[in-house]
């Protein structure tokens, strides 16, 4: 073991901020890092063995004990239980006679829950060993379940494979794309290495004034001016620069960059390098959450033909001087790590805490160095804008949010899958669009966004009226909003939070155990004040953009479907309930000494 | 002499160094800013977020924002002082504090704040948790239980190469600190004692020591959190010069 | 016009609450002039023989005797003022609540030091008469509406004393700074 780790650690320089690609490469030797692997790591790396726990534990994926043979990650995410999920969950654990957060006896197969896998269009899915396994059915588990106790390779166990390029050899991934609905700009007919050959004409200083005439904003979901990012950071002082692509997609319901990464991925390394030239870089990073670790062959073969093509490397398409090249850096499961800071921080090899501001990125990133950290998507339109001029894009959108979105759109309608469409469309075209006409609420932005009812259909997606990172979730009639939807959403941020921030780490689970209140009945109208006073102390109080919005799928539900709330309170007039049930709170003590409990 | 500006926390006049916190200065000041987190010397975390400060509408934490020229810092306000109140709540229904147990009750940073703000009963249920005690090393006790997560331990307690002590372990509502055991077991006692020194609370204790304050003589039994600090600025006007 | 009528009890606490209330000194028969007791350890009446203004609960509740009794309070009583930490948060009786409650009862009755001798039978109590233990031991405002807490291990006399005048004349309660105390 010795061997092993010094020799991962050695491929890493011994480089304390490289931690995680030393656990991940540990990790996936041994298939967990033993409490022995942690103080070589430590050793090796000379910091305190807890400064190694301490990033180890943050994150979700990794384990330091064992998780089976073969280990399956199924998706808990609210879109997966419309999708049949708990059936699913049920059949594997009969197959394998165990409960999901343990390992069978024979320590074959592990059963774990995770967040949100960015396949909300092809639900119930799974990670199996790093293989998703999208649509799954009863049957398909049982034989998946049967291969594993036969000692089959999870390949061997595959299915058809997905549309596009999922089938490309190096993806080899049962994943379909569902693009249903292509727009003029991100999948416009594209030469690959257009825009680098245009970009090597220019200036920085036209690169950033292209991108600043094109209006764009992030497409991340925060909407910050792209052309005013590149121009602070390349003002900032500092010796390095960095360009960070963001393809952590963790929200709930976005799948988007799943699909760009899939079939644009040029466009992506294209447009870090359009960054990198504006302002100055040298080295950049496309920080991928593991839950995408399949394309990670397929990725590297992209990086490497951009080299040979001299589209990546030194003196890019012949321009002397021009250095820049990508590497990329997996994430371990942690949803906060789409939170710019936290990608930093993740990328230096720490907790994804989110930082406290100022200093900004663009001023301390990566390394303490001035840094551009932009979405997938933002990165895949400056392409296009520095191929057509950034007139060209502004043209299209709203008044204040120019060009196109590309839509994550799943749940409750018969066309699940990506759109790309222009800012402003109306929510009720949407739904027509996609055969959801039929929506009870439509959760615009995933949990962190919000939950909108009939009376605003008629309102539009863009940043002066509903902003969108893109993940776009149809609730239908069927769905018991806060059972199904508002609970499933506060567990995921229970789950989620980094555990800094006071009321981040402590509220949405009282919270949650309130609408809990509220469902077992025993709900009285001052917990809906209460509900609405504290949620609102989440926004005022935390420091990061999840803590700030994790109760809104809370404070969007109560300002637009309160009537679901009230109705959950059975007698009105009632101005106390404490929920304390005698008969509950003595079950335990009167079977521990064998007696009948006399109410 | 490093460049002085002037700005003002709830419309008192108040002058800081340049680039230093709003939490500091508002100390050099005389004004006290509820806080937990915050460590003299040490890097702010601004995690405990007790000092929040309405700047221009915002609510900053003013242990991590540095004073502006001119800024308007806005603290003891209603709104505020609510917010930090349910934090102060929040603490004690995620953790168990059995004050009347507790070795630190008395010099206890968070029971003088919810002292100070007068805290009956928390508005929030207690959880009571399970949390594990740590007492395997041979200089400290942990007591997880009282944790509040604040990181002064981790931030503070370092062996001379720079290595940390303790460190957080998990996340979410699942963290807790940890001791790192290998360290810990040749701490001197002098260490020990400033980790315990670090604690606002009772999570960090030395072994064999501990109740050896009479009640009535301890920090918080009297005087309010807060209510000793000095100005140590002067005259305004004549130390802020062009 | 009657007195306001006071009654008191000890659900899972150790009388600390009640010493305290002695603890008044003399102002106790200033205390007996202005209010009348009814079921209270004070003057030892049982059950409540009228109803009442202001119930004082001292301790939390662990079985379910002391949720019966605390119901009866709320019945009985138009105010009840949670008197102390246990009343408030369970006090030291929940140092037990993270614990399974079959480990409390094996460690109290057969594991633990003094159980080894006199429960040679190893037998968990279990006789239909005494009361049922609960899972957690509750603070009193999570099993029935409170009105008020008076903090403190035990709460001080001058802080009870304070409650009840301000309580009996109606006027606005100050509490200075040194009254408020958890332990």
């Avoid at chain 1, 191929?387 to 043209?395: K, T």
């Avoid at chain 1, 508002?486 to 009321?503: H, K, L, Q, T, Y």
Wanted: proline share 4%; aromatic share 8%.
């Amino acid at each position: 073991m010795r061997t092993i780790i010094n020799k991962i650690i050695e491929k890493f320089n011994r480089n304390e901020a490289r931690l995680m690609d030393i656990l991940l490469d540990v990790q996936a030797e041994f298939g967990l890092i033993s409490g022995d692997a942690v103080t070589l790591i430590a050793e090796g790396l000379n910091i305190s063995s807890v400064d190694v726990q301490q990033t180890i534990s943050f994150y979700h994926f990794f384990s330091q004990k064992s998780r089976g043979k073969y280990t399956i990650y199924l998706n808990d995410s609210a879109v997966a239980y419309m999708m049949g999920r708990a059936d699913i969950a049920r059949t594997f654990e009969e197959e394998c006679k165990c409960k999901f957060g343990s390992v069978t006896e024979d320590g074959q197969i592990g059963l774990f829950n995770t967040a949100c896998i960015g396949m909300n269009d092809q639900e119930p899915a799974a990670i199996i060993n790093g293989i998703v396994f999208p649509k799954l059915t009863e049957s398909c588990v049982k034989d998946i379940v049967n291969g594993m106790k036969e000692g089959k390779s999870v390949p061997e166990m595959m299915g058809e494979l997905g549309d596009g390029e999922n089938s490309n050899k190096l993806l080899n991934s049962m994943v379909n794309n569902n693009i249903m609905k292509t727009g003029s700009v991100l999948f416009s007919d594209y030469k690959n290495g257009t825009a680098i050959n245009k970009l090597v004409t220019m200036t920085p200083k036209e690169v950033i004034g292209e991108v600043k005439a094109s209006h764009i904003r992030g497409l991340g979901g925060a909407g910050f001016p792209t052309g005013m990012k590149w121009d602070f950071c390349s003002m900032a002082e500092g010796d390095e620069r960095f360009v960070l692509c963001n393809a952590d997609e963790g929200e709930p319901g976005t799948f988007k960059d799943r699909v760009i990464l899939t079939e644009l991925p040029n466009l992506i390394f294209e447009g870090m390098t359009i960054a990198a030239y504006a302002i100055g870089a040298k080295e950049g990073i496309l920080y991928l959450r593991q839950e995408y670790h399949y394309m990670k062959a397929y990725l590297e073969s992209v990086l490497d033909k951009l080299r040979e093509e001299n589209y990546l490397g030194k003196d890019i398409a012949g321009k002397i001087g021009f250095n820049f090249d990508i590497r990329i850096q997996f994430g371990a499961g942690a949803y906060v790590c789409g939170e710019e800071s936290a990608l930093i921080e993740s990328c230096e090899g720490k907790r994804g805490e989110p930082r406290n501001r100022p200093p900004f990125p663009v001023q301390k990133g990566y390394l303490q160095k001035p840094t551009v950290i932009n979405n997938v998507e933002t990165l895949c339109s400056v392409v296009k804008i520095i191929e057509n001029g950034g007139e060209w894009f502004s043209m299209m959108g709203t008044k204040e949010t120019a060009g196109t979105k590309l839509l994550s759109i799943s749940g409750d309608c018969k066309y699940p899958g990506v759109y790309e469409v222009e800012w402003g469309i109306r929510i009720r075209d949407m739904l027509e669009m996609v055969g959801g006409e039929e929506a009870y609420a439509v959760q615009v932005s995933g949990p962190s966004g919000i939950c909108i009812s009939k009376k605003d259909f008629k309102r539009t997606i863009c940043f002066e009226d509903l902003p969108s990172g893109g993940s776009i979730i149809i609730i239908g009639k069927e769905r018991n909003l806060i059972k199904d939807i508002v609970c499933n959403f506060m567990d995921f941020f229970i789950d989620e939070s980094c555990g800094s921030c006071v009321p981040c780490r402590s509220l949405p689970l009282i919270l949650k155990n309130k609408l809990q209140k509220l469902l077992d009945g025993n709900g009285v109208m001052s917990d809906l004040t209460d509900l609405e006073n504290w949620s609102k102390n989440m926004k005022a109080a935390n420091r990061c953009g999840l803590g700030q919005t994790a109760a809104n799928p809370i404070l969007s539900t109560l300002k637009n479907f309160r009537e679901d709330y009230e109705a959950l309170i059975k007698n009105k007039e009632k101005d106390f309930d404490t929920g304390f049930n005698l008969d509950a709170a003595v079950a335990a003590s009167c079977e521990a000494v064998g007696r009948n409990p006399q109410i | 002499m490093s460049e002085k500006i002037k700005f003002t926390i709830d419309g008192k006049e108040c002058i800081a160094k340049k680039g230093q916190y709003i939490l500091e200065a508002a100390l050099e000041n005389g004004i006290y800013i509820p806080f937990l987190c915050n460590m003299k010397g040490v890097k702010p975390a601004g995690s405990c977020r007790l000092c929040n400060v309405k700047i221009n509408g915002r609510n900053m934490t003013a242990c991590t924002t540095p004073v502006a020229a001119g800024m308007e810092v806005e603290s003891e306000i209603p709104e505020l002082q609510e917010l930090r109140l349910s934090i102060i709540e929040m603490l004690f229904v995620e953790g168990n504090h059995f004050c009347p147990s507790c070795e630190k009750s008395g010099n206890c940073e968070l029971q003088a704040l919810a002292y100070k703000f007068q805290m009956l009963v928390p508005r929030f249920p207690y959880e009571f948790p399970i949390k594990e005690v740590d007492a395997s090393s041979p200089k400290l006790y942990i007591d997880r239980n009282r944790c509040i997560k604040c990181k002064r331990c981790i931030r503070n307690i370092k062996d001379e190469n720079g290595k940390s002590y303790f460190a957080f372990y998990k996340r979410a509502h699942d963290v807790e600190i940890c001791l790192d055991k290998e360290l810990a077991a040749t701490m001197s006692d002098e260490l020990a004692q400033k980790a315990m020194d670090t604690c606002p609370v009772g999570a960090i204790l030395r072994k064999e020591k501990g109740f050896d304050q009479p009640i009535g003589t301890r920090k918080f039994d009297k005087q309010a959190i807060g209510t000793d600090i000095i100005s140590v600025v002067e005259n305004i006007n004549m130390e802020v010069k062009e | 016009m009657s007195k306001p009528v006071v009654a008191t009890t000890s659900l899972s606490g150790c009388f600390g609450c009640h010493m305290s209330l002695l603890d008044i000194d003399e102002r106790i028969l200033d205390l007996i002039d202005v209010v009348e007791f009814n079921k209270s350890p004070i003057d030892d009446i049982k059950e409540f023989t009228k109803q009442c203004d202001i119930g004082i609960i001292e301790g939390g509740c662990c079985n379910s005797e002391n949720v019966h009794v605390l119901k009866d309070f709320r019945k009985n009583c138009k105010i009840l003022i949670s008197l102390g930490e246990c009343a408030i948060m369970g006090g030291l009786p929940a140092l037990r609540n993270g614990i399974p409650i079959k480990e409390c009862l094996d460690e109290a009755y057969l594991n633990g030091p003094t159980a080894q001798i006199g429960n040679e039978e190893q037998i968990l109590p279990n006789d239909e008469e005494l009361p049922m233990i609960l899972d957690k031991v509750y603070p009193c405002h999570e099993v029935v509406k409170i009105d008020y807490y008076l903090p403190g291990c035990p709460p001080r006399a001058d802080l009870i004393w304070d409650a009840l005048v301000a309580l009996v004349t109606g006027n606005e309660l100050k509490l200075p700074y040194e009254v408020v105390k958890f332990d």
